[in-house]
């Protein structure tokens, strides 16, 4: 019954679809067993698939490690809110917003045409991306 299981970061080691069901493999031992499991991870997939009683977040602040729980049920929660709360910025969907916003902003006023947008903008965004901000400019002329 004294049983520790330590994991490190173990995404680093698992493809994308495996994350969930290395958090059913730990869950179904540690319960069967009357075992206590830590993992360390910067991975908010990981989080989403752990009830918030088992999550704590270790900050460093100046010389001193502080720790920190979810105020918020972290099962299933939205990853904007788990990337805030775990790491204090916001997540990859929001950078993509923001990007999307600043270049709307830009081209509001161009005219562009879908073509002329993919030749300015297609080296460095994806045709989805650059799709949405066609439509977002189109959605304001009408």
């Given at each position: 019954?004294?049983?520790?299981?330590l994991f490190?970061?173990?995404e680093?080691?698992?493809?994308?679809?495996?994350?969930?069901?290395?958090s059913?493999?730990?869950?179904y031992?540690?319960?069967r067993?009357?075992?206590?499991?830590?993992?360390?991870?910067?991975?908010?997939?990981?989080?989403?698939?752990?009830?918030?009683?088992?999550?704590?977040?270790?900050r460093?602040?100046?010389e001193?490690i502080e720790l920190?729980?979810?105020?918020?049920?972290?099962?299933?929660a939205?990853?904007?809110?788990?990337?805030?709360?775990?790491?204090?910025?916001?997540?990859?969907?929001?950078?993509?917003?923001?990007v999307?916003?600043k270049?709307?902003?830009?081209?509001?006023?161009t005219?562009?045409?879908?073509?002329?947008?993919?030749?300015?903008?297609?080296?460095?965004?994806?045709?989805?991306t650059?799709?949405r901000?066609?439509m977002?400019?189109?959605?304001?002329?009408?």
């Amino acid at each position: 019954n004294n049983i520790l299981f330590l994991f490190d970061e173990p995404e680093s080691f698992l493809h994308p679809n495996f994350i969930s069901i290395f958090s059913e493999i730990v869950c179904y031992f540690t319960n069967r067993l009357y075992c206590i499991a830590i993992t360390a991870t910067h991975s908010i997939y990981l989080v989403k698939n752990s009830l918030q009683e088992n999550i704590v977040v270790f900050r460093k602040n100046d010389e001193k490690i502080e720790l920190e729980k979810p105020s918020f049920n972290t099962f299933g929660a939205n990853l904007n809110s788990l990337s805030y709360f775990i790491f204090g910025f916001e997540s990859p969907l929001e950078h993509e917003e923001s990007v999307i916003k600043k270049i709307v902003e830009i081209e509001r006023y161009t005219q562009k045409s879908f073509i002329e947008l993919i030749d300015k903008y297609g080296k460095i965004l994806s045709s989805e991306t650059i799709d949405r901000i066609y439509m977002k400019l189109q959605n304001e002329k009408s």
